[in-house]
């Protein structure tokens, strides 16, 4: 059964730190984008960053410089370093698979899954 599960959030205070994980069964993540989006209350989903599948990655402006996305092979995991943190970052944090080998500027296009999610809060 296709599925992703994303890990990882939690409670941190600004300036901290959170690895997020994304974990595929049934497909092998390296052979499609895969991106992080992320949504706060009351806001709509915004792409955070995106991998392709030959390791090509960029992110959203708010994150440059902070996060960096990555992926294990032999886990068939990708993650999401979250560095500097701040109470803006707080979302739930969405890992998703395209259709497609490429991303389109930050954003992997055509996504045919979506993990169910993880909830990333910044507070003192």
């Known amino acids: 059964q296709l599925q992703i599960v994303e890990s990882g959030g939690g409670l941190v205070q600004p300036g901290g730190s959170l690895r997020l994980s994304c974990a595929a069964s049934?497909?092998?993540?390296?052979?499609?984008?895969i991106g992080w989006f992320r949504q706060a209350p009351g806001k709509e989903r915004e792409g955070v960053s995106c991998?392709?599948?030959?390791?090509?990655?960029a992110y959203a402006d708010s994150v440059k410089g902070r996060f960096t996305i990555s992926k294990d092979n032999a886990q068939n995991t990708v993650y999401l370093q979250m560095n500097s943190l701040k109470p803006e970052d707080t979302a739930v944090y969405y890992c998703?698979?395209?259709?497609?080998?490429?991303?389109?500027?930050?954003?992997?296009?055509?996504?045919?899954?979506w993990g169910q999610g993880t909830q990333v809060t910044v507070s003192s």
């Open positions: 049934a497909f092998t993540l390296d052979n499609y984008a």
């Open positions: 998703a698979a395209s259709v497609r080998s490429y991303c389109s500027g930050y954003v992997p296009r055509d996504v045919y899954y």
């Open positions: 991998i392709s599948s030959g390791g090509s990655a």
